[in-house]
């Protein structure tokens, strides 16, 4: 199964993210296999971490949960809150499969959270950006409860026409950088 987790910093905590840096990629290496992506997420200055995205195969709800919960940074209370949901990867892949030049261009975390009726199941038709896609859906994968992509955009504005506008409560647009040693 896989999941999508979105932990937010909290305010001022970059001296301790990057205290524990080491012990954040320590832990993420013992996940390396179960990696569909990851990478943290930076203020409009592209300098200010904001937070850090790992999409993650595994066995069910429990062990996501675990691995949302005792990462590092969360134990140490870097991050204010976290996002964890069941994801589809549409795309099939991982983002060191992304065909793309993953190392230039604005890359972008895009994430629509809605509810009723699912919409954005399948990705737009020119998928030469996106190097994750998918709907974020329930512990029981029955019910939609938006769209988390990765992707390459000129700007945060055309990463977020990617999304049908009226299906979301809010879509957000955070700036984005594949991270690991990986």
């Not at 999941?3 to 001296?15: I, K, L, N």
Request: overall charge negative; proline content about 9%; aromatic content about 10%.
């Amino acid at each position: 199964m896989e999941y999508f987790c979105y932990h937010r910093d909290r305010p001022d905590s970059r001296a301790l993210r990057e205290e524990l840096l080491e012990k954040h990629w320590s832990y993420m290496d013992r996940y390396t296999k179960e990696l569909i992506a990851r990478g943290p997420t930076f203020a409009d200055d592209g300098e200010t971490p904001t937070g850090s995205v790992h999409i993650v195969d595994l066995p069910d709800p429990a062990a996501a949960r675990t691995f949302a919960f005792d990462e590092p940074n969360y134990q140490a209370g870097a991050y204010r809150d976290v996002l964890l949901r069941r994801w589809h990867n549409v795309l099939g892949r991982t983002m060191w499969d992304f065909p793309g030049d993953r190392s230039s261009g604005n890359q972008y975390l895009l994430l629509g959270l809605g509810e009723g009726p699912a919409a954005d199941l399948t990705p737009p038709p020119d998928q030469d950006e996106l190097i994750a896609y998918g709907p974020l859906l329930s512990d029981d994968g029955d019910t939609w409860l938006g769209t988390a992509a990765l992707l390459r955009a000129p700007n945060p504005d055309t990463a977020r026409a990617t999304l049908t506008p009226d299906r979301y409560a809010t879509i957000e647009v955070h700036n984005w950088e594949p991270g690991g040693r990986r």
